[in-house]
């Protein structure tokens, strides 16, 4: 279905990702993880991109978080200012969590942390009975978006952990390092395969998650992913 929305804040996660919130049209309604098509029409040459509700389905606002690359699309979403108009198709998806599984794996790599972070909302708010873990790979501690919000989930819910890792850490990085890999699925997720993975980013990382997940031996019916295309 087709809404007509306007943008209501914009908010700066790091330096280069920033979300958009617009006004939740009525009648719209999601699942937590599902995607919308967003077109910016600015007269003249529309463009059209599918963007992860990085809100979750309990908030009154719908939020779309983006890395900045600095192409067309990307400078003209940068751009957007309160009240400005845009429409969108949607939602569609199956990456989606509703309360069908008590334990959960998550692998996120860069900017496909926005369904994790949906889900992870919609969780708390809805106060479920499941429980997350979720490993979350940036290239930089820059990088790390939702940080704060994440941890502070983590401190108020004993049913959440998140451990991040960097690919390219700084001198004042203390944590993991590294790719996500199958030594620290071990790790950190040992009771692996009991659990639904969700996993999503880029083609590659997602590629390699689900191989190294099924070398781990997680059957297939427990791994779910979304990938992002593009070098996001
Ligand atoms: C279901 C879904 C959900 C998504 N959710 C998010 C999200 O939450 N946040 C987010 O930031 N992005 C998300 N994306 C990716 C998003 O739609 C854009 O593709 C991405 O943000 C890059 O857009 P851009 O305009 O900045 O760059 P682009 O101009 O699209 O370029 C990005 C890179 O991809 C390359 N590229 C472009 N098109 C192709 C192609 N057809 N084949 C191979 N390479 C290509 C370019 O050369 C460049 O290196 C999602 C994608 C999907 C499919």
Known sequence: MLFETRVIEVIQRTPDIKSIRFEKPQGFSYLAGQY????????????KKPFTLSSSPTEGFLEITKKLTGHPFS?????????DQVSINGPYGEFTF???????GMLSGG??????????????????????????????????AFKEELEDAQKKNPNIKII????????DWKGVTGRINAEMV??????????TFFTCGPVKMVDSM????????VPEKQIKREIFPGDN
């Not at 071990?186 to 659990?195: A, M, S, V």
């Open 36 to 47: 919308v098509v967003l077109t910016l029409d600015d007269g003249s040459d529309p463009m």
């Open 186 to 195: 071990k790790k950190f997720i040992p009771d692996y395969r009991e659990r």
């Open 75 to 83: 400078n003209a979403l940068a751009g957007l200012k309160p009240g």
């Open 111 to 144: 900017i496909g942390i926005t369904p994790l972070r949906s889900m992870i909302k919609y969780l708390i708010d809805k106060k479920l009975n499941a429980n997350i873990i979720l490993l979350c790979s940036n290239s930089s501690e820059n990088d790390i």
């Open 210 to 217: 689900v191989s190294l997940l099924k070398e781990l031996e």
């Open 164 to 171: 991040d890792t960097i690919t390219r850490p700084g001198p």
């Open 98 to 104: 509703q309360q069908e599984y008590e334990h959960i």
